[in-house]
């Protein structure tokens, strides 16, 4: 969740605790968040978050 820069950075976007409980509810268990901002979020239970900073990382975690 968040925004792709041009040059491959992940951008923080709004209202992340909001869209994680809402993904969690819809049966989601994996998340990848931008690692900006990620130190206020509360733990939700059955997700596991992925912080990343960029394109790059965020494509390993999610195609291990």
């Known amino acids: ?8 950075e992940v951008r923080a976007c709004t209202g ?7 993904a969690s509810r819809l ?5 990848i968040v931008p690692a900006q901002g990620s ?8 997700v596991n978050v ?5 394109l790059f990382t965020a494509i390993r975690v999610a195609l291990p």
């Open 1 to 8: 969740m968040g925004e792709i820069g041009l040059t491959g």
């Open 16 to 22: 992340l605790a909001r869209r994680l409980m809402e």
């Open 27 to 31: 049966g989601f268990t994996t998340a």
């Open 39 to 46: 130190e206020r979020l509360p733990s939700i239970d059955g």
């Open 50 to 54: 992925f912080t990343v900073s960029d």
